[in-house]
């Protein structure tokens, strides 16, 4: 997906031109049409060629992705989750503490 909102429109040689390790063709026309079925990408004939675009913008997608990975790995806890993701750090730089900071007081005067 991150492919597909840099180029506007990839297609799936494309995609794998951008992959560090890609996999093989097959799998990321795979992939690309399971983004299709769920709704996430649509795609256009250019000569025998797919051409995938997104259906909705990225900042919905990012929230999606989210989500899953709370619902499907972390029981659904918010704390648990950025907990894990503080700990994936070796050393937040201040400002980013500053701001976790100001996002949880934020969060807790308006009740959530």
Same mark, same amino acid.
């Given at each position: =997906?991150?492919?597909?909102?840099?180029?506007?429109?990839?297609?799936?040689?494309?995609?794998?031109?951008?992959?560090?390790?890609?996999?093989?063709?097959?799998?990321?026309?795979?992939?690309?049409?399971?983004?299709?079925?769920?709704?996430?990408?649509?795609?256009?004939?250019?000569?025998?060629?797919? %051409?995938?675009?997104?259906?909705?913008?990225?900042?919905?997608?990012?929230?999606?992705?989210?989500?899953?990975?709370?619902?499907?790995?972390?029981?659904?806890?918010?704390?648990?989750? %950025?907990?894990?993701?503080?700990? =994936?750090?070796?050393?937040?730089?201040?400002?980013?503490?500053?701001?976790?900071?100001?996002?949880?007081?934020?969060?807790?005067?308006?009740?959530?």
């Amino acid at each position: =997906m991150d492919i597909v909102y840099r180029m506007k429109e990839a297609t799936a040689a494309d995609v794998m031109d951008h992959l560090p390790e890609a996999p093989s063709y097959s799998a990321v026309r795979a992939m690309l049409r399971i983004l299709e079925d769920r709704g996430y990408l649509e795609h256009r004939r250019d000569g025998t060629r797919y %051409v995938y675009s997104a259906t909705i913008p990225r900042e919905d997608a990012q929230s999606s992705a989210l989500e899953r990975v709370v619902s499907t790995f972390f029981d659904n806890s918010v704390s648990e989750t %950025v907990a894990a993701l503080i700990n =994936m750090s070796d050393e937040l730089p201040e400002e980013e503490l500053d701001r976790l900071s100001e996002l949880i007081r934020k969060a807790k005067k308006e009740g959530r």
